[in-house]
């Protein structure tokens, strides 16, 4: 007997060094809603959060008077069925907790959908246009345009019998040819619209997303103080290729960022059919 208890307690153990040895990895798994790297996505987890933690509240004092109630008057204890008239005071109580609960979460909410579409006094105005499947970025203040599209070695590795392995595919199906670049620590107005069907505009990091419909213009804002990269996708169903629709964000200081678009202008008037014809005459 006593060996018998010396197997299950090793295998106790052992399975809770992997659970600990596992926490790493189900850390990085994140069930929970991203936190993002701008203010309003911020605000938006904390309202999250705020909402999750009264929900588990309400949920412990109604699940344990329910358990309570079923385990202390059960009928093996000789408990007898309760005969009562309503009460004016338990029916105004428990109209009144429920409503100031319901306020308590509508004011931060309420605070939170203000600001998050709250477009005014932009320093840079993005056109989003989607296509079946790719996106077309059109800079209003800086006459630069380009489509962004998968980039060419994850849409190779995603070809039926291409031979490729999808695993040495850096980023794969998650990575673009043309990135969206933003500067940091200005506020971006979004105009969102698509050429054909509905698609949805949409990056984590930033903590919203907007439907792109044909027809309509969404308009939404960010603001990313960090520079980095922060990746997206299109989520709403648009067709047969609508998992191929990645959206790459990449954040760059106002001196990088500056460079980056007298490039891009350089580039279109180079590409351009008045440039073209001038080089053939030379």
Same mark, same amino acid.
């Given at each position: 007997?006593?060996?018998?208890k010396?197997?299950?307690?090793?295998?106790?153990?052992?399975g809770?060094?992997?659970?600990?040895?596992?926490?790493?990895a189900?850390?990085?798994?994140?069930?929970?809603?991203?936190?993002?790297?701008?203010?309003? &996505?911020? @605000?938006? #987890?904390? $309202?999250?959060?705020?909402?999750?933690?009264?929900?588990? +509240?309400?949920?412990? !004092?109604? %699940?344990?008077?329910?358990?309570?109630s079923?385990?202390?008057?059960?009928?093996?204890?000789?408990?007898?069925?309760?005969?009562?008239?309503?009460s004016?005071?338990?029916?105004?109580?428990w109209?009144i907790?429920?409503?100031?609960?319901?306020?308590?979460?509508?004011?931060?909410?309420?605070?939170?959908?203000?600001?998050l579409?709250?477009?005014s006094d932009?320093?840079?105005t993005?056109k989003?246009?989607?296509?079946q499947?790719?996106w077309?970025?059109?800079?209003?203040?800086?006459?630069?345009?380009f489509?962004?599209?998968?980039?060419?070695?994850?849409?190779?590795a995603?070809?039926m019998?291409?031979?490729?392995?999808?695993? &040495?595919? @850096?980023? #794969?199906l $998650?990575n673009?040819?043309?990135?969206l670049?933003?500067? +940091?620590?200005k506020? !971006?107005r %979004?105009?969102?619209t698509?050429?054909?069907?509905?698609?949805s505009w949409?990056?984590p990091s930033l903590?919203?997303?907007?439907?792109?419909i044909?027809?309509?213009?969404?308009?939404?804002w960010?603001?990313v103080e960090?520079?980095?990269v922060?990746?997206?996708?299109?989520?709403?169903l648009c067709?047969?290729?609508?998992g191929?629709?990645?959206?790459?964000?990449?954040?760059?200081?106002?001196?990088?960022?500056?460079a980056?678009?007298?490039?891009q202008?350089a580039?279109?008037?180079?590409?351009?059919?008045?440039?073209?014809?001038?080089?053939?005459?030379?």
């Amino acid at each position: 007997m006593s060996q018998n208890k010396s197997v299950w307690l090793h295998r106790a153990l052992l399975g809770g060094a992997m659970l600990l040895g596992a926490g790493g990895a189900v850390a990085e798994y994140g069930l929970n809603m991203t936190q993002g790297v701008t203010e309003v &996505s911020g @605000e938006v #987890y904390r $309202l999250h959060m705020l909402i999750f933690y009264i929900c588990c +509240a309400i949920a412990v !004092v109604v %699940f344990g008077a329910m358990f309570y109630s079923i385990w202390k008057h059960r009928k093996s204890v000789g408990a007898q069925a309760a005969n009562f008239h309503e009460s004016t005071t338990v029916e105004i109580i428990w109209t009144i907790v429920p409503f100031a609960i319901l306020i308590s979460m509508a004011i931060p909410a309420t605070k939170a959908l203000i600001n998050l579409e709250d477009t005014s006094d932009p320093d840079m105005t993005i056109k989003v246009t989607g296509y079946q499947w790719m996106w077309h970025y059109d800079y209003a203040d800086e006459g630069v345009s380009f489509f962004s599209r998968l980039d060419e070695k994850s849409n190779a590795a995603r070809q039926m019998n291409s031979g490729i392995d999808p695993a &040495s595919v @850096e980023d #794969y199906l $998650l990575n673009v040819d043309n990135r969206l670049v933003l500067p +940091a620590g200005k506020k !971006v107005r %979004f105009l969102i619209t698509a050429n054909d069907v509905i698609h949805s505009w949409w990056v984590p990091s930033l903590g919203w997303k907007k439907d792109a419909i044909p027809g309509y213009i969404n308009e939404a804002w960010t603001k990313v103080e960090q520079p980095g990269v922060y990746r997206g996708q299109c989520a709403e169903l648009c067709g047969k290729d609508h998992g191929f629709m990645p959206i790459v964000v990449e954040v760059m200081e106002q001196g990088a960022y500056d460079a980056w678009v007298a490039a891009q202008k350089a580039t279109a008037q180079n590409d351009s059919p008045v440039a073209t014809v001038v080089a053939a005459a030379n």
